[in-house]
């Protein structure tokens, strides 16, 4: 595959100087302190019902089957995974977490120096280590959100390498596994699926002109690595006898409950949501 990215060397070869070390000593200083003294604040609403269900399921139980949530699965694992490595502390899956975002963190730099090298990535990593505990955000807390970034950062960087390389596919594939697995962290990353997907689509070749028959196996590939990826959860879930359960609780259930408030009520929020983030 190639493509107009292909024939402009992305900005990664710059070195990395002591201003992008300087910014990395305080995004590390930041993330630490702004997270420690909370760190064994106790859990809220949705942690409880995640660590509730993550250990049900280390005793054997099967989630929407023998315990109900309208979220997808990945942050039970998540938990289920922190509970068996440290225990069930309010400590450790809080640390559990942050050493996640601390990853996602290195993942957006790596995104963003692909584009606009060491410092933009850099103040990219401050800014992250800084919002992403924000209080609106209920940032110290382990949430579906905080779980869903990292692979969908990291689907993001793999779309960079893939329209940086001539032969692309992998990365194509790859990109589409992630952006599935932040699915099955929160039904809301499909959009950046969906955008993904137009990305794929949209390929140009030397002459500048659309190719269709790349944009066409990357959108293949892009496919591909999301049926890989959700493949075993689906498949998982309909051994254990809660296929039906899974389906109406993670999908069904949502899409009626974002339908009772109506598209008026739906439009409103959306206005008002991004008022507050603009």
């Not at 710059?14 to 003294?37: D, K, M, N, T, Y």
């Not at 859990?43 to 409880?48: A, P």
């Not at 259930?253 to 109506?262: A, I, K, P, Q, V």
């Amino acid at each position: 595959m190639t493509t107009e990215a292909a024939a402009v060397p992305p900005p990664t070869s710059r070195g990395v100087g002591w201003e992008c070390v300087a910014l990395w000593v305080v995004a590390a200083a930041v993330f630490v302190l702004v997270r420690v003294p909370l760190i064994e604040v106790p859990l809220e609403r949705d942690e409880g019902e995640y660590a509730y269900i993550a250990q049900r399921m280390l005793a054997g139980d099967v989630p929407y089957r023998d315990a109900f949530d309208q979220k997808p699965p990945g942050a039970f694992f998540a938990y289920a995974v922190a509970i068996s490595l440290f225990g069930s502390s309010v400590a450790s899956l809080h640390l559990f977490a942050h050493a996640w975002t601390a990853v996602t963190t290195l993942a957006l730099f790596a995104c963003v120096r692909r584009r606009g090298g060491a410092l933009a990535a850099s103040f990219a990593a401050l800014a992250f280590a800084v919002a992403s505990a924000s209080p609106k955000l209920t940032g110290n807390a382990a949430h579906t959100e905080l779980f869903m970034l990292l692979p969908m950062v990291a689907s993001v960087y793999c779309v960079l390498r893939a329209l940086d390389s001539q032969r692309g596919l992998g990365w194509w594939l790859a990109s589409g596994a992630l952006a599935a697995a932040a699915c099955w962290f929160k039904q809301v990353a499909v959009t950046n699926a969906i955008f993904l997907a137009g990305v794929a689509s949209w390929q140009f070749g030397r002459a500048g002109r659309r190719d269709i028959v790349a944009g066409a196996r990357a959108l293949g590939a892009l496919a591909r690595g999301a049926l890989l990826a959700s493949a075993p959860v689906l498949i998982g879930f309909a051994a254990a006898g809660a296929w039906r359960p899974c389906i109406d609780a993670v999908f069904l259930h949502n899409l009626r409950y974002t339908e009772s408030g109506g598209g008026a009520r739906g439009c409103d929020l959306l206005g008002h949501r991004l008022g507050g983030q603009a």
